[in-house]
């Protein structure tokens, strides 16, 4: 049996990978639609109190969100077999990288103390936001030591900020299902962020422990 197909990431990783990816970002592009174009006030319902909520402190969700943006944007390069294969480029990217997902860690943390879904969510972000951060700074080491295992805490790190895109189904259960649950996103918002950051960072483990000398997605 040939090992290098057994750990070959198989063609549905990918489809997840690039899917979380166009989650991400079209939840940031429109989070940032909603800041920068759309009067909050002159909405209804409970989309209307999310986007009040943001508004209200506009600058700092701003400097959280754009930064994630570009972040999911790169991320498909940083995977990419070709751009690996122009070593410079793949440097230049990662750099960025590290100093987009430094940003998004450090301004989760200010964000946290006006949680949506209060204590629950709060809770979901203390915990998620820390293993991002150290992954992300143990990836950080790595690379500056120019040790090719950089790239396994990089992605570890990479699992835990796509849990974001996770949580927009889940939340859209919530939503979906509101007039017969009747919660309300500060009752249900924890609750989607344990369940869609959970989901995604033990994807992400699986992945690890299933290709261990082959974390590249293409």
């Given at each position: 049996?040939?090992?290098?197909?057994?750990?070959?990431?198989?063609?549905?990783?990918?489809?997840?990978?690039?899917?979380?990816?166009?989650?991400?970002?079209?939840?940031?592009?429109?989070?940032?639609?909603?800041?920068?174009?759309?009067?909050?006030?002159?909405?209804?319902?409970?989309?209307?109190?999310l986007d009040r909520t943001f508004a209200d402190h506009r600058a700092l969700t701003l400097a959280?969100?754009?930064?994630?943006?570009?972040?999911?944007?790169?991320?498909?390069?940083?995977?990419?077999?070709?751009?690996?294969?122009?070593?410079?480029?793949?440097?230049?990217?990662?750099?960025?990288?590290?100093?987009?997902?430094?940003?998004?860690?450090?301004?989760?943390?200010?964000?946290?103390?006006?949680?949506?879904?209060g204590v629950t969510e709060l809770s979901a972000i203390i915990v998620f936001d820390g293993i991002?951060?150290?992954?992300?700074?143990?990836?950080?080491?790595?690379?500056?030591?120019?040790?090719?295992?950089?790239?396994?805490?990089?992605?570890?790190?990479?699992?835990?900020?796509?849990?974001?895109?996770?949580?927009?189904?889940?939340?859209?259960?919530?939503?979906?299902?509101?007039?017969?649950?009747?919660?309300?996103?500060?009752?249900?918002?924890?609750?989607?962020?344990?369940i869609g950051f959970t989901v995604t960072y033990l994807a992400g483990e699986w992945y690890l422990?299933?290709?261990?000398?082959?974390?590249?997605?293409?």
């Amino acid at each position: 049996m040939n090992t290098a197909d057994e750990t070959r990431p198989s063609g549905w990783t990918r489809t997840v990978f690039y899917l979380l990816c166009v989650i991400a970002a079209a939840a940031a592009l429109r989070r940032i639609v909603a800041l920068l174009l759309i009067n909050a006030s002159s909405r209804a319902g409970q989309y209307a109190d999310l986007d009040r909520t943001f508004a209200d402190h506009r600058a700092l969700t701003l400097a959280h969100i754009v930064p994630a943006l570009i972040f999911v944007i790169l991320l498909p390069f940083w995977f990419s077999a070709r751009v690996r294969a122009k070593e410079e480029m793949h440097r230049r990217i990662t750099q960025v990288l590290f100093a987009l997902g430094f940003i998004v860690g450090l301004t989760a943390i200010p964000m946290s103390a006006h949680p949506v879904g209060g204590v629950t969510e709060l809770s979901a972000i203390i915990v998620f936001d820390g293993i991002f951060l150290f992954s992300f700074a143990r990836a950080f080491m790595l690379f500056v030591r120019r040790q090719p295992r950089y790239r396994e805490w990089m992605m570890r790190a990479i699992a835990v900020l796509l849990g974001i895109a996770t949580t927009r189904p889940v939340m859209g259960v919530f939503f979906a299902t509101a007039r017969l649950t009747h919660l309300e996103p500060r009752q249900f918002f924890g609750v989607a962020f344990w369940i869609g950051f959970t989901v995604t960072y033990l994807a992400g483990e699986w992945y690890l422990r299933r290709h261990p000398t082959n974390t590249v997605l293409q």
